[in-house]
């Protein structure tokens, strides 16, 4: 398939979910529904990340699409859904962030192994490397400030340009270029002894 094609591709796909946005926002439940088909993988991927708890995660990336259908009136034609849908899951999760700190349960204790590497069958020993480097990547990132998190999960793990970033988070390029480098020489130095036995 050449770039013309693709580009044209590109359109098509977009012409129509903006179809189904509109659809959506009329009151069509189904309509809505393949927006959260097409989306609740990396909104639920973006929340997991951030809490490292499998549970909440479900419970917040539900609530997320609930304020979505709730206020799909309020998505401007050119905001991109994915970067919308992202900014409510970011204002969801950084809510349960205050209120567990409330309650006093944030804690490193409580972050679960993320499931953030790829096994491909590895050897035993191997599987066990990796499941210790998920654990030592989900402590890494909860000692994460928030916004440090959120900016590399969303750079980093989920592949966003600074530009989307910024629209989700409603941060400069700039601070997010800076939060960044410091949540990755953060995450170099606790990863250090395992980012060694990789070599």
Known sequence: MDISMLYHASAETKNLMDEIVVQAQSGDKEAFGVIFEQHHRFIYKFIYAMLGDHALAEELTQ???????????????????????????????????????????QSDEEVETLDLVDYKNPAP???????????????????????????????????????????????????????????????????????????
């Not at 969303?154 to 997010?176: F, H, M, R, V």
């Open 63 to 105: 609530e997320t699409f609930l304020g979505a259908y709730k206020n799909l009136h309020s998505l401007r034609e050119e905001a991109a859904l994915k970067t919308w849908l992202c900014s409510i899951a970011k204002n969801t999760v950084y809510k349960s962030f205050r209120s567990r700190k409330k309650e006093g349960k």
């Open 125 to 199: 020993d191997e599987r066990f490397l990796n499941k210790e480097l998920n654990s030592r990547i989900g402590l890494a990132l909860a000692n994460l400030d928030e916004d440090k998190r959120a900016v590399f999960i969303l750079k980093e793990i989920q592949q966003l340009s600074y530009n989307e970033i910024a629209e989700i988070t409603g941060d400069a390029i700039p601070k997010l270029k800076t939060d960044l480098f410091r949540a990755k020489a953060k995450m170099r130095t606790m990863l250090q002894p395992y980012l060694e036995v990789e070599k």
